[in-house]
Every structure is written in C-alpha cells, then in structure tokens.
C-alpha cells in the first residue's frame, strides 16, 4: 500500500500562486510515477500532469502547461505542484495520485492509489 497526503491548497486572488505538496509513504518503491489531478465542482476530474518517480520528463496537460509545475524531492518522498498565474477557473480539489506501472500514466491512466485531496480557490 501506498499513502499519499495532499497540503497546502487555500484560496488566492487570480494570478496569485500556490505550492501543493504530496508527500508519499508505505511501499513507495513500487512507485513507477506521480500524477496530479483535479476536480472541479460538478465537472469530470481532470488530469493536471506526471512525472516518473525517479525524474525523467514531466507532462501537462495543455490546459496547464506554461503555468503549474511539477517537481519531486526523492529524499522527502514528495512531489509538488507549483501553480501560477492562477485564474477562478482553476479552482479544484487537487489530488495526488500514484501508478505502480503502465504505458498510460502521463496521460491520467493507471493510478492506483490516492490522496485526499487539497481545495484550490481562485476568486477573481
């Protein structure tokens, strides 16, 4: 098993920024990669981005890329999503999740396990 714990969401004023953490424990060498996904309120979760767990290149999602970030700390076991430039329509629970494996991950495929999720709120 696999947990993983989301921080740092809140509110913040368009273009503003914030940093969310995911900071995973238990069997994390089964970790292959780490996405990021996002709900919004009465809309299909979306997928944000992935990266693979021991580095390499990171995917966005088009709706994101230019303005959220995605990085990892091996030796904290965390990965983080920068968001900038932030707009109301970003407004989400962000999730982490992690994917033991599997071609599809940098596009949202294959995510077994999941965080709680962290509120993002962007007022105009």
């Known amino acids: 098993q696999v947990q993983l714990v989301e921080s740092g969401g809140g509110l913040v004023q368009a273009g503003g920024s914030l940093r969310l953490s995911c900071a995973a424990s238990?069997?994390?060498?089964?970790?292959?990669?780490m996405g990021w996904f996002r709900q919004a309120p009465g809309k299909e979760r979306e997928f944000v981005g992935a990266i693979r767990w021991s580095g390499g290149t990171i995917y966005y999602a088009d709706s994101v890329k230019g303005r959220f970030t995605i990085s990892r700390d091996g030796a904290k076991n965390t990965v983080y999503l920068q968001l900038n430039s932030l707009k109301p329509e970003d407004t989400a629970v962000y999730y982490c999740a992690a994917s033991g494996g599997g071609p599809g991950y940098y596009r949202g495929e294959g995510y077994a396990y999941w965080g709680q999720g962290t509120q993002v709120s962007v007022s105009s």
């Open positions: 238990g069997r994390t060498f089964s970790i292959y990669a």
